[in-house]
Structure formats: C-alpha cells, structure tokens
C-alpha cells in the first residue's frame, strides 16, 4: 500500500511475481525505488532510515518470490495517519550559493521559491517547471535576461528581481499568461532604461516597483493598469510624466530624485504692437525706395540729414515732422517736408 498527503487511503498495489526491478544503489541514503509491472509505475522511497529501508526491501523481495507473507515482519495493510505522511513542500528559501541544488530538482509542490545571492546569471530552467508557483524571489543575483518561458507560469502572481542585471522587460512576458496572474512587480536596482509599450498588457499589477533604474520615460498608455495601487519608480532619469498618468487610481506614489523639467507656458508669449497709421507707413516706404532730388516738388520725402536739406533748398524749408520706428527717434533718417504755405 502506498499512501500520500493527497491520497491517505493508499493504493494497494501487487507484490508476488509483479516486481521489475529493484534500485538500491542510494540505499545506504534511505533512497530507492520498486519497479512494478502491472501496473507500470515506479514506487520512490526517500528519508527512510537505511536499516528499515533494508529490511522493508527485504521482505518485499521474499514476497515477490512467493514466500509465506505470514512469516514475513509486515504491518497491517490500514490507511496512514495524517503524521505519518509528508505533506508536499510548498516553500523553498535559499539565501546562500552553496544551498543551492545543482544535481537534484525542485519540489514540483512548490508555491513560494526565494533564491537569493546565489550569483545566478540566468533563470534555471528547472524553476520554470514549477507551475504551481505562486511566488518566484530572485533578487541579489546577475540575471540579465528574462526567459520569455516564464510566461508560462499560470499561477505566478509575484515575480522580484531585484538588484541584478536586467536592461529590459521583454514584449513576450507582456503577452504571456501573466496578463492574468501577475499582482506584484519588483524591478528595482537594474539597468532598464525603457518598458515596452505592451506592458500596459498586465492589467492585473497592484504594486509595480522600478526604483534606481535608468528610465527615461514611463510608457504612455500607463493609464490602462486599472489596478495599480502602488507605484514607486524614485531615483531614475524621468524628465517628465505621460497624460496618462493621471487616469491611476494610486494609493502610494514615489517619483523621488527625477529630473524633472520644468513644464512649458501654455499661452505663447505674444508682444501685441499697435498698428502704423497710413501717413507713417507711405513715410517709411518712401524713404526706403526714394532718394533726394533737388528739382523735385516742394512737397517731397528726403533721405538725406537736415543740414544737407538746409544747404539744398535754405530759402524755403518747411516744418519738419521726426518719424518714430519701434520707438525709436530717427534723427537723421528721413524727414517728411511739407509744402510752404
């Protein structure tokens, strides 16, 4: 009888003339494994005492050759008590390179996996087939790049990564299962310069943490994360904030250490000038495109400066009339003369 944490009854499984083969090389470490038959499963043993797991393997060995069973040492074949059986791990923490497995694979039982300051470079691959995970801690490692595998994990609703190498979030991950799933986003202390415009795609995110990176800009359609709460993104190279923001819904929000520029006047800056009356226009085109002419009529536009106008004609100079432009009095521009009364 085989007993599990999800099967307390037990399956009750053949033994005489249905044994395959007998693995024993680990025994000495309370590991082996029973080959059955019919039907064709393989019976793992592990965390056994090796002197009872000797002398279990014993007696399964005479029972497979067709031994009285009733002088064998057996127990009586009865469900097993909820302390009698290991309930599967949920939880694996590894703070330490040396505790990491490298020869043996992760419970697929797991739920909550923190492998942290193990100087990974990359994402194991024996990590992305744990589709029960809930919770997936890589911070303080070297990780680049992300797989876009992991996309893959349906039930992964956190996802730190924390302090390591990342330069970007890939389109891939926006466009995965994780759409649905992924509640809590910790990207924070890496390289990232830019998100991609599909991230806006993970419209589950509550909390979305991008501290002491290198961005340049938000993406600008940040106003679809309906479920944002919680925003942190202090200690980048921001200059300013897309129009969608205001459309969060935020509880928490940390912009600090940005450099912000200073936002433009909406009104242009306009210098309203009052219009020239007809006389000054004509008077500013005709000392433009005429020049002096001493056999001219006496009612005329002269470029010239007073004292020539005095030695050309000195018997009947007029009043003269200065012209301004742009405030300005000009002097020695041009005059308008009038007729002499």
């Avoid at 942290?116 to 029960?132: F, N």
Wanted: charged share 25%; with cysteine.
């Amino acid at each position: 009888m085989v007993c599990t944490a999800r099967d307390r009854v037990g399956a009750r499984y053949k033994v005489q003339e249905n044994i395959e083969r007998f693995f024993t090389r680990f025994v000495e470490e309370g590991k082996a494994t029973v080959r059955l038959r019919e039907p064709a499963v393989d019976v793992h043993l592990s965390k056994a005492n090796a002197s009872n797991l000797k002398t279990f393997l014993a007696a399964v060995r005479l029972a497979h050759q067709g031994t009285n069973t009733e002088a064998l040492p057996l127990s009586t074949l009865v469900p097993a008590k909820n302390s009698e059986v290991e309930k599967p791990k949920t939880k694996m923490i590894i703070t330490s390179r040396r505790d990491y497995p490298l020869t043996k694979n992760f419970p697929y039982s797991l739920e909550h996996l923190q492998a942290s300051y193990c100087k990974l470079a990359r994402i194991d691959m024996r990590v992305l087939c744990l589709k029960k995970l809930r919770k997936l801690d890589l911070s303080h490692n070297h990780i680049k790049q992300l797989p876009a595998t992991i996309g893959d994990l349906t039930c992964l609703q956190e996802l730190i990564l924390h302090n390591n190498h990342l330069e970007s979030f890939s389109e891939a991950l926006c466009n995965s299962t994780l759409q649905k799933s992924l509640q809590f986003l910790d990207l924070s202390q890496n390289k990232i310069k830019a998100l991609p415009i599909q991230f806006c795609q993970l419209q589950e995110l509550v909390n979305l943490k991008l501290d002491d990176n290198e961005l340049i800009r938000l993406p600008f359609k940040i106003g679809q994360l309906d479920h944002l709460r919680f925003l942190s993104a202090a200690r980048n190279k921001l200059p300013f904030l897309p129009s969608d923001f205001r459309k969060l819904c935020l509880e928490s929000l940390d912009l600090f250490g940005n450099p912000f520029e200073q936002p433009s006047l909406l009104v242009p800056n306009i210098q309203l000038q009052i219009p020239l009356t007809l006389l000054e226009c004509a008077a500013r085109a005709t000392i433009n495109y005429r020049e002096y002419n001493p056999s001219a009529p006496d009612r005329f536009w002269c470029s010239v400066t007073l004292p020539e106008c005095l030695r050309h004609n000195p018997s009947s100079w007029p009043p003269c009339r200065r012209l301004e432009e742009n405030g300005t009095t000009q002097d020695k521009k041009g005059f308008l003369l009038q007729e002499s009364q």
